[in-house]
């Protein structure tokens, strides 16, 4: 006997519920990526990116898995030298303080049990971060010393 009811859905880290639009939608063909349907809807892309962004720039797509986006972060937020704190939970957040040292960041890595001791320890950092539930990023960006 089954106990299935209904369409198995991915949920990693989910649950990643796709709508039956978007699943019809990737059972086409792939476009032709020099020429046609795919050119004029990068073009509307990038166009409504800088219309969203609210930027008279150009907008840059990064093309990249989730660790990419993570390195794009960090590159946008920091500049080098800077010190963060990232109060790691498990691999998410190790993951986190290993990005950051590699972007040559001064790095305090707390494990959860000890934030409180490791924050009264810490001068001044330029953002905390976290990893909440597994893969979520709690970031808060610190604009003035954390006193104790």
């Given at each position: ?110 494990d959860f049990g000890f934030v409180l001791q490791k924050l009264q320890e810490m ?26």
């Amino acid at each position: 006997m089954s106990l299935a009811q209904g369409r198995t859905h991915l949920a990693t880290p989910g649950p990643s519920i796709i709508p039956d639009k978007v699943l019809e939608a990737m059972h086409r063909a792939a476009p032709n990526i020099y020429e046609g349907e795919i050119i004029e809807i990068t073009e509307s892309v990038l166009k409504d990116l800088t219309s969203f962004a609210k930027t008279s720039g150009d907008a840059i797509l990064y093309v990249a898995n989730g660790h990419g986006a993570w390195e794009a972060a960090v590159a946008n937020l920091f500049d080098p030298g800077d010190t963060v704190l990232v109060m790691a939970t498990g691999q998410f957040g190790l993951g986190w303080a290993d990005l950051c040292k590699k972007m040559n960041l001064n790095v305090i890595l707390v494990d959860f049990g000890f934030v409180l001791q490791k924050l009264q320890e810490m001068q001044f950092c330029t953002l905390l971060m976290a990893t909440v539930l597994g893969k979520q990023l709690l970031l808060i960006y610190l604009t003035q010393e954390i006193q104790f």
